[in-house]
């Protein structure tokens, strides 16, 4: 039975409102000053956490709640330890979003077209349910900018590499990056191949 270390357990869950992976201007400004990025959370008829929704305080050691669950085993594996590593810092890995379902990926799309006015805008922000890494379990957006630092800095040591320059939350498994550094990254989603679905 794995457990979840006590520091590494939620002490607040309060529910969020879900959001595209955050406004252009929030993007720029996060980058520019290493904030914290966007966080997945609920609105009102939303779905739920059986489809990916995050409440707040998750960390990768959550592995009851299907958006960390679902991740793909060796990206989750990846990230524990890191952030095993990183708490020796003092940095604790907050997920902000990780695995979504089918549903809930088009339901932030339809958010994002909604809130950019475009489905071509929002596209690079968020992906189709038939393109996202997040839905094939293969993603993880990191909250809190300690934590995303630490990645930027300690990563590619444990595979796990910043794709899209828009998103500094965002990283996903690059099996051979302790051999060979992270790739070069993206500007956003629709700079990404994988997204021409």
């Known amino acids: 039975m794995s457990r979840t ?5 939620p002490t607040a869950r309060r529910m969020r409102t879900p959001r595209a992976v955050g406004l252009v201007a929030g993007a720029v400004i996060t980058a520019a000053l290493g904030c914290q990025g966007p966080k997945s959370s609920y609105s ?23 958006a960390v669950a679902n991740l793909d085993p060796r990206l989750l594996a990846s990230l ?18 990780g695995w979504r379902s089918p549903e809930y990926q088009d339901q932030l799309l339809r ?23 997040h839905v094939a379990g293969e993603a ?9 630092a ?13 794709i899209y320059r828009n998103e500094p939350w965002h990283y996903e ?22 997204m021409e679905q």
């Open 5 to 9: 270390p006590p520091s590494a357990r």
């Open 44 to 66: 009102s008829g939303a779905l739920g956490e059986a489809d990916g929704a995050v409440p707040e305080g998750v960390t990768v050691f959550d592995h009851a709640l299907p």
């Open 80 to 97: 524990r330890r890191a952030a095993t590593a990183a708490a020796g810092d003092g940095v604790e890995f907050h997920v902000n979003s």
């Open 111 to 133: 958010e994002a077209v909604s809130e950019y006015g475009s489905e071509d805008e929002a596209r690079r922000w968020v992906a189709t349910a038939a393109t996202s890494p």
């Open 140 to 148: 993880v957006d990191i909250g809190e900018s300690d934590a995303t």
């Open 150 to 162: 630490w990645l930027s800095a300690h990563g590619a040591e444990y595979g796990l590499c910043q």
């Open 173 to 194: 498994l690059r099996a051979d990056a302790a051999a060979r550094g992270c790739p070069r990254m993206y500007a956003d989603p629709t700079q990404d191949p994988r």
